[in-house]
């Protein structure tokens, strides 16, 4: 299995293979990086919205849970297909990567709010009503108040749920966006050996999700005092 | 817009779709029993073994907790012959999930033991339990209780998890989906039908989990 590798490597690895592979992982990107920060920003906002210290219109709420509990319980696959029909019935064109990264946002989205809720609930509420005695708005008290200490429940899900998010993007190939496991279909049909191809994007999926695990590391760092990390 | 609902046309296929859903389920249920046992002596290597092996759990954890189940299954599938290992699409997928899930439930059972405290064996061992009944009277319901939500959650991870399958030609509720589309083309409205089944499908699931938990291990589990 070495030998193979090592044989047909010098073939694999050339300069035009590389541009490709490297077009499909900022392609990659693009979906992670967009589709997840949005994602983190709705996810807080569907949070909020659901939290009865700040919203008092109760429908509102009730809107936001039905849409984080519909939009968590559809497979990343179906979420593409249903993204990228819906763009067919609404005789939009627009590009496969635009469809990628609006289906990771509504996934992204889902799955954050209820971390974001996990963490907002974790807060006792007499810290609410501390705040509000201090005269602080609905949106201070959570800025100020509730999410420096809800960082520590909500930031080890979260980052879980990014490294979650590259593994998603890869779904994205099915509707020919061009990114990493496209590429990598595409190169074993030109005769590169599976073992080749996918191998060396399983070690790229594997560094990005890394890179992603430190980079939660170092936000926990920051955003958490040290006496409660985990 | 264009475009004109056929609802119609679509609908009739739902009886066919719920029994994709079935597939679902039962490819969800054997890779988690298959994860279970892999996870469980993962787990216990993690826990119990030498260095080097928790050394060599540790990296197989990471690899498949760190990469897309979609590429290991492709992997499986296209790399594996090459080995002289043949496999049929449902065989691969299903070998991808077990293993992919097992990385997970190693995690979750490790977590697990390392929760039943020494102070509860110690009580154990002053009553005068034999080491069997350490583990039936007091090991087993500690570890039912603190592991049957994360599993629980888990399993429904897997339920949709397992519309990947469709790529590979199983026939299960995604694959169905895409089947009919190829008849109808009726594409908007059977994918929101699929749409809506999973969710269907997972609330129900998770209803009969809680339920489950709350009847044999008298655990209020929060399941997805």
Not at chain 1, 31 to 45: K, R
Not at chain 1, 92 to 114: H, K
Request: aromatic share 12%; with cysteine; hydrophobic share 55%.
């Amino acid at each position: 299995m070495l030998a193979t590798l090592s044989a047909e490597a010098p073939r694999f690895f050339t300069y035009w293979n590389l541009v490709f592979l490297a077009t499909a992982l900022g392609n990659t990107l693009v979906m992670v990086a967009v589709g997840c920060g949005l994602g983190v920003v709705a996810g807080l906002g569907l949070a909020v919205l659901r939290a009865k210290r700040i919203v008092r219109f109760a429908p509102l709420r009730w809107a936001a849970i039905l849409i984080v509990e519909v939009f968590r319980r559809i497979p990343v696959l179906v979420l593409l297909m249903f993204v990228f029909f819906t763009f067919q019935l609404l005789g939009l064109n627009v590009r496969a990567l635009f469809v990628g990264a609006l289906a990771i946002l509504l996934r992204s989205a889902s799955l954050f709010a209820e971390n974001f809720r996990a963490g907002l609930e974790s807060v006792h509420p007499n810290q609410w009503d501390a705040a509000e005695v201090m005269n602080l708005g609905p949106l201070a008290t959570l800025r100020r108040t509730v999410l420096p200490q809800a960082w520590p429940v909500i930031l080890p899900p979260l980052t879980i749920g990014l490294v979650g998010m590259v593994k998603a993007t890869s779904l994205a190939s099915q509707i020919s966006v061009l990114e990493l496991t496209f590429a990598a279909r595409q190169l074993n049909q030109r005769g590169f050996s599976a073992l080749i191809a996918f191998g060396t994007i399983l070690v790229l999926y594997f560094l990005l999700s890394f890179a992603i695990a430190r980079l939660g590391a170092f936000a926990e760092r920051r955003l958490v005092p040290k006496h409660r990390r985990a | 817009m264009g475009y004109t609902f056929q609802w119609g046309q679509a609908t009739g296929y739902i009886p066919y779709l719920a029994g994709g859903a079935l597939v679902a389920l039962q490819l969800a249920f054997f890779g988690f029993a298959i994860g279970m046992v892999i996870g469980a002596a993962c787990a216990a290597v993690k826990v119990y073994g030498p260095r080097a092996a928790r050394r060599a759990v540790d990296g197989y954890i990471s690899f498949f907790t760190n990469t897309p189940l979609l590429v290991q299954i492709f992997f499986l599938f296209y790399a594996l012959p090459d080995a002289g290992i043949f496999l049929d699409s449902y065989e691969a997928v299903l070998a991808g999930i077990s293993l992919n899930a097992s990385a997970y439930l190693a995690e979750i059972q490790r977590a697990g033991f390392i929760s039943v405290r020494r102070s509860e064996l110690d009580a154990a061992e002053t009553l005068g339990f034999s080491r069997l009944q350490t583990i039936r009277h007091v090991v087993l319901p500690h570890l039912l209780k603190t592991l049957y939500a994360p599993l629980a959650n888990h399993y429904i991870v897997m339920v949709l998890g397992t519309s990947i399958a469709a790529i590979f030609g199983v026939e299960e509720l995604t694959g169905r989906a895409l089947n009919i589309n190829s008849i109808t083309f009726r594409s908007f409205e059977i994918f929101t039908i699929a749409a809506a089944m999973y969710v269907v499908l997972t609330v129900a699931a998770s209803a009969s989990l809680y339920w489950f938990g709350l009847y044999a291990f008298r655990v209020r589990a929060k399941v997805f």
